[in-house]
T-cell receptor, first 113, second 115 residues
Framework: AQSVTQPDIHITVSEGASLELRCNYSYGATPYLFWYVQSPGQGLQLLLKYFSGDTLVQGIKGFEAEFKRSQSSFNLRKPSVHWSDAAEYFCVLMDTGRRALTFGSGTRLQVQP | GAGVSQSPSNKVTEKGKDVELRCDPISGHTALYWYRQSLGQGLEFLIYFQGNSAPDKSGLPSDRFSAERTGGSVSTLTIQRTQQEDSAVYLC?????????????FGPGTRLTVL
């Protein structure tokens, strides 16, 4: 069965510091992977997606993620965090047959001034 | 253009009552999904509609849950005889149809509270 693991429930970083959110997946084929962000009271917004090709994908708001097949990982990075980045981040895998999304448990990011 | 809309935004009901939640997908999106976000279970897939095909109901947690999609657009998720464990945020998403590998766009959700 497919699964997504986000090992960090809660991360706190200082504004301006770099960020890396970890994501590991389990899937029997090449996965379709996404990162979504959910701010308080807001819906889920897509940050970036990986389907195939270049393993380093760029997203909105200065985020990027790198797909590493050998490590079954899809970590999200940002070189300099802004206070407005405080939110919950979800790593997501798409079942290419059923199209259903499997979500990780989420990482809540807190940004200190 | 307009995004996915859901109504109501909040619903409070008493245990045992039936509730209906509505989703309006993005125009032109023939694929529609329902998910549930709860404290204990995180975000879970419930059901998937694709055009006129039979829906994928594999994520529905019990036979108290059902969903329909009329005219290939609006969808209604119905929960019969609600239980307290049904309290959650119900999210709807839509996308372009398979086999395009498109993104699912989410609505703001309906927060359901069962007293």
């Amino acid at each position: 069965a497919q699964s997504v693991t986000q090992p960090d429930i809660h991360i706190t970083v200082s504004e301006g510091a770099s960020l890396e959110l970890r994501c590991n997946y389990s899937y029997g084929a090449t996965p379709y992977l996404f990162w979504y962000v959910q701010s308080p009271g807001q819906g889920l917004q897509l940050l970036l997606k990986y389907f195939s090709g270049d393993t380093l994908v760029q997203g909105i708001k200065g985020f990027e993620a790198e797909f590493k097949r050998s490590q079954s990982s899809f970590n999200l990075r940002k070189p300099s965090v802004h206070w407005s980045d405080a939110a919950e981040y979800f790593c997501v895998l798409m079942d290419t047959g059923r199209r259903a999304l499997t979500f990780g448990s989420g990482t809540r990011l807190q940004v200190q001034p | 253009g307009a995004g996915v809309s859901q109504s109501p935004s909040n619903k409070v009901t008493e245990k045992g009552k039936d509730v209906e939640l509505r989703c309006d997908p993005i125009s032109g999106h023939t694929a529609l999904y329902w998910y549930r976000q709860s404290l204990g279970q995180g975000l879970e897939f419930l059901i998937y509609f694709q055009g006129n095909s039979a829906p994928d109901k594999s994520g529905l947690p019990s036979d108290r849950f059902s969903a329909e999609r009329t005219g290939g657009s609006v969808s209604t998720l119905t929960i019969q005889r609600t239980q307290q464990e049904d309290s959650a945020v119900y999210l709807c998403a839509s996308s372009l149809p398979a086999p395009t590998r498109d993104t699912q766009y989410f609505g703001p959700g309906t927060r359901l509270t069962v007293l």
